[in-house]
């Protein structure tokens, strides 16, 4: 059973940057939308920032401008980068893969990963 290992997540200074990674552990077919979410103590988890298989991207309101999803179609890869980082961008971070088929015969179906944790402090 493949899984969805997220990197990059720990302690930044307000107005730093971290950039999140997310890769499956193993060899995948294709994944049709990849994309970050995050879930702050006592919220409910939010969409941060989508991009699907042709590149076309999505962010919430309080990304844009700071941060950038970008996705390595070959690997199977997303990435955050987050610049200008607030506190109140302190979360967990959660990768979602939409529709990932393991092989070329496979349904798609929806996988999450276990989540990096981002705290902004000074």
């Known amino acids: 059973q493949v899984q969805l290992v997220e990197s990059g997540g720990g302690l930044v200074q307000p107005g730093g940057s971290l950039r999140l990674s997310c890769a499956p552990s193993?060899?995948?077919?294709?994944?049709?939308?990849m994309a970050w979410y995050r879930q702050a103590p006592g919220k409910q988890r939010e969409l941060v920032a989508s991009?699907?298989?042709?590149?076309?991207?999505n962010y919430d309101k309080s990304a844009k401008g700071r941060f950038t999803i970008s996705r390595d179609n070959a690997n199977n890869t997303v990435s955050l980068q987050m610049n200008s980082l607030k506190p109140e961008d302190t979360a967990v971070y959660y990768c979602?893969?939409?529709?990932?088929?393991?092989?070329?015969?496979?349904?798609?179906?929806?996988?999450w990963g276990k989540g990096t944790p981002v705290t902004v402090s000074s």
């Open positions: 979602k893969a939409v529709g990932l088929r393991l092989w070329s015969y496979s349904y798609g179906m929806d996988y």
């Open positions: 193993g060899r995948i077919f294709s994944i049709r939308a």
């Open positions: 991009i699907t298989s042709d590149g076309s991207t």
